[in-house]
Structures are given as C-alpha cells and as structure tokens.
C-alpha cells in the first residue's frame, strides 16, 4: 500500500524536530522540555501526510514549551508549610478539650 500512496505522490509528515506549523501540524499538548526549545515539535503521534504542496492530513504532535521554571526549595522551607498544620491541630484539639471541660 505504501508503493501505491508514494506512485500517487503521497508524502508523509515527519513534524519531530521541526518549528511548529499549524498548517502542517496539529499541537494537542505543550510541555516544558529541555531538550527542545520552545515552539518546536518534542513528539509525534500520528503521521501527516501530503500531495504536492496540498496537506492531506496534518501530523498530530505535541509541542515543547521550552524549559521550564526552575525549581529550588530549600529543606527548611519544604518543612515549614508541614510544621504549621500539626501547630492548628494541636490548637483545634486543646479548644476541643477545653470545651469539653467546660459545664
């Protein structure tokens, strides 16, 4: 089948690696990745195809969004947020006890 599609000029897409265009390919997702920067084809999932200039069907893709935002967390700082919830639990409880005493 693929001999006959190529006799009738049939070509296909191959979007991976190239700036993103949306005539010729049709994005479903972006992601950040390092390995392609931003605007450019990081996956594709189905093939394109073309006649000449004419595009039969666009190639499916996913296209990178660069990237992303670098993330540094310090321990200390990771801690705290988990230190604050035990502190309200702790403060809810004794309320809880002393209304409790209370008569």
Known sequence: M?????????????PLGQEFDPNMHNA???????EYPEGVVSQGLQR?????PRIVRAAMCVVSMGPGPEVAAAPEAAAAPDA??????????????TDAKTP
């Open 2 to 14: 693929l001999k006959v599609l190529t006799k009738l000029g049939v070509e296909a897409i191959e």
């Open 48 to 52: 394109g195809y073309k006649i000449g």
């Open 28 to 34: 479903i997702q972006q992601v950040e990745s390092t």
């Open 84 to 97: 604050e919830p035990a502190a309200a639990a702790d403060a809810a409880e004794e309320a809880v006890e």
